[in-house]
């Protein structure tokens, strides 16, 4: 029994989605070649089933996606900083009273200011991962060297306070008073580690 142009016409959608079988797809692609009017409906279905992309419109989404995005990332920087900063100096809040210190809180609550200064370092932490995102735009930490002075001092911020909590469990003991010395250190070098960073990206 001889197929006919209905037929074929009806097969056309499976074989332009690349469903029908081999067989299927024989029988079509003998009959598109006999008949000019289905060859030229076939093709005309082909370009339909995939549409002409904009380049330029896909580049134009990824650079709107990646300022947003580091949008959002120099906001999470300055709130995450500001928390940092407020954590590590709150251990140090210092009650006087007729010309005399009669409270510093990380002396006098060492369980309050321990839970402070944690805080503070969870937050540098995640500020640091913040500049560590941002490093590939040139907007991460500073690397002049005042910025490796800055992070030298929130170093002894956090170190005083870590003293006074440590001289409270140490019972006495002398090794506390080397903590603001090694926490100022630390901050120094990874302050360098930044300054260096950011200088090979420039």
């Known amino acids: 029994m001889p197929v006919s142009k209905a037929v074929i016409r009806d097969l ?7 469903e029908a079988s081999k067989d299927t797809q024989t029988l079509v692609e003998e009959f598109l070649a ?72 990380a002396r006098d609550y060492p369980d309050a200011a321990s839970g402070l200064l944690l805080n503070a370092a969870i937050a540098w932490l995640v500020y640091l991962d913040t500049c560590r995102r941002l490093s590939v735009t040139g907007l ?18 956090l170190g005083v306070p870590s003293m006074l909590v440590a001289q409270h469990w140490a019972g006495g003991q002398q090794w506390p008073i080397m903590l603001p010395l090694l926490f100022a250190g630390i901050a120094f070098l990874i302050g360098r580690y930044w300054a260096r960073v950011a200088r090979r990206r420039d």
Do not use: C, W
């Not at 056309?12 to 690349?18: C, E, I, R, S």
């Not at 251990?91 to 409270?103: C, I, Q, S, W, Y």
């Open 12 to 18: 056309l959608p499976v074989y332009v989605a690349g």
């Open 34 to 105: 006999r008949d000019p009017e289905l060859r030229a409906l076939a093709d005309a279905a082909r370009r339909a089933d995939m549409p002409e992309v904009n380049p330029r419109d896909g580049l134009d989404s990824l650079e709107l996606r990646s300022l947003n995005r580091t949008r959002r990332l120099l906001a999470r920087k300055s709130f995450v900083l500001g928390i940092a900063l407020l954590f590590t100096f709150l251990p140090m809040t210092t009650v006087f009273r007729n010309g005399e210190m009669v409270l510093v809180l």
């Open 140 to 157: 991460g930490m500073p690397h002049s060297g005042y910025s490796q002075f800055l992070s030298t001092l929130v170093g002894v911020a």
